[in-house]
């Protein structure tokens, strides 16, 4: 893209909406106490996204049971699944390492601060360019996307990289004989306002789970568990054990307690391998399983908003990022274990094929 044939008038609006909307993001973003909450569920989002630009589909609530490594069916596409998983990796890398480096996105980066230097101080339109360049330069969209939020904060228009600013929506709502800056600013704008709607949607029903659960200064570890849930959407009793550093048994009394002041809901039916999910997901996740009579008397004996105390901040967030590499390593003992049955079935589909 030549920069002297860029036309500034039709960038304007659009450029103003964009720089308006990162900048409100931005600010929510540094001020928020469900930061980490909202980046994990934002990653599980955004690598869905960018899967589906390269053609290959992975369902983001499929993804969040992997994480959190709920026993789940065997999937038909495990190379999207682990596309996924490797570029939620790649987002917690922290930026100039050189171990696990993004494919392509150093030099979509390269790209965009060549641009940057050409255009001086409009960095989401050198964003653009350098995004494009990238691609047209036979770059993989991952790595341009990928770049976009690593970018974005290295100029300080974002207090770190936030996952849900990648260009995706600009990818979607290009045209062939379009101008790809207009695209671009709109769609960054788009993802800018959706983000914040989300974060100030999560926000709001953080502090109504921390309502509901009280002050309970004598068990901080319910406090702790709502975090969990509100992050990772998707809890088993032993994924939530192993958070907390408690027994199994108490981390399911913890969630049989969320599900009673509904901030949790179990989807499954049976004793063991029972999964909880977060009340706001649960539509989504599969199907409800219906509350014992029991369940529905406590609830109503127990009131959800009781007196509010004192403002309690989270004592410590429980970082739902250390389950990627778990759910990595879980991945490959399965693959692992399917390679001795799919090399059986491939010799026994031979023989009989040479017996026909």
Partial sequence: MRLRSLDPFPLLAPLERAAAAVGRLAQAAAG?????AWMHRSRVEAVAEISETQGRRVDPNRLRTLLAQVPTRAQRDWGATMLALDMMRQMLTEPGTTALAPTG???????MDEAHAAVGSAALIACGIGFLAHLEAGGDRSGACLAVSRFLAAQG??????????????????????VWLVAFLDGMARQAEEGEDRLGALHHRWRSWRRRVGDRRSDARIRR???????????????LAARLRCATSAATDLLEDLQR??????IT??????????????????????????AVRDVAASPLLP?????????????????????????ERILKRQDPLLARYGS??????SCG
């Fill in 348 to 353: 026994a589909n031979g023989r009989l094929l």
């Fill in 225 to 239: 568990a709502v975090d969990a849930m509100a992050a990772e959407g998707v809890m088993s009793p032993a994924r």
């Fill in 32 to 36: 928020t106490p469900v930061l980490a």
């Fill in 261 to 266: 002041l509904e901030i949790a809901v179990e």
């Fill in 157 to 178: 228009l974002t207090p770190l990289p936030l996952p849900c600013l990648n260009g995706v929506e600009a990818i979607r709502r290009a045209e062939p004989r379009g």
């Fill in 307 to 331: 007196p509010p105390a004192v403002a309690t901040e989270p004592d410590r967030w429980v970082e739902p990022a250390e389950g990627v590499d778990d759910a990595l390593a879980h991945l």
């Fill in 269 to 294: 039916r049976r004793r063991s391998h029972r999964v909880f999910v977060s009340e706001d997901l649960a539509p989504m996740l599969g199907e409800v399983a219906p509350r014992s009579e029991a």
């Fill in 105 to 111: 996105t150093d030099d979509a980066l390269a790209q």
